[in-house]
Nanobody
Framework: QVQLVESGGGLAQAGGSLRLSCAAS????????MGWFRHAPGKDREFVAA????????DYADSVKGRFTISRDNVKNSVYLQMNSLKPEDTAVYSC????????????????????WGQGTQVTVSS
C-alpha cells in the first residue's frame, strides 16, 4: 500500500514560481513511474509530467515543457514539480500518482492505469 501526500500549492502571480512536493509512504519499487496530473474547472484531468523512479527519465506535456521540472529523491521517497514562468492557464488542482508493477513507463500517459493518487493541491495563478 502506498500513500501520497502533496504539498506546496498556493497562489502565485503570472510569471512566478511554485514548487510542489509529493511524499510517498510505503515502498516505491524501482520499476515505478511517478506522475503529476492536473484538473482545471470545466476540463478533463490532464497529464503534466512523469519520472521513471529508477533512472530519472522524464517526460512533459507540451504545455509545460521548458517551464516545469519534475524530479525525485529516492532517499526521501518524494517527487517534486518545480513550476516556473507560471501562467493563469496553469491554474488547477495538481495531483501526484504512482504506477507500480510492469511496463510503468510505457503507460505513463494513461492516468487510469496509475495505482495510487494523492488528494491534490490547488495551484492558482493570477494575471
Amino acid at each position: 500500500q502506498v500513500q501520497l501526500v502533496e504539498s506546496g500549492g498556493g497562489l502565485a502571480q503570472a510569471g512566478g514560481s511554485l514548487r510542489l512536493s509529493c511524499a510517498a509512504s510505503g515502498r516505491i519499487f524501482s520499476s515505478a513511474t511517478m506522475g503529476w496530473f492536473r484538473h482545471a474547472p470545466g476540463k478533463d484531468r490532464e497529464f503534466v509530467a512523469a519520472i521513471r523512479w529508477s533512472v530519472g527519465t522524464t517526460d512533459y506535456a507540451d504545455s509545460v515543457k521548458g517551464r516545469f521540472t519534475i524530479s525525485r529523491d529516492n532517499v526521501k521517497n518524494s517527487v517534486y514539480l518545480q513550476m516556473n514562468s507560471l501562467k493563469p492557464e496553469d491554474t488547477a488542482v495538481y495531483s501526484c500518482a504512482a504506477r507500480l508493477g510492469v511496463a510503468t513507463w510505457y503507460y505513463r500517459l494513461s492516468q487510469h492505469l496509475y495505482d495510487y493518487w494523492g488528494q491534490g493541491t490547488q495551484v492558482t495563478v493570477s494575471s
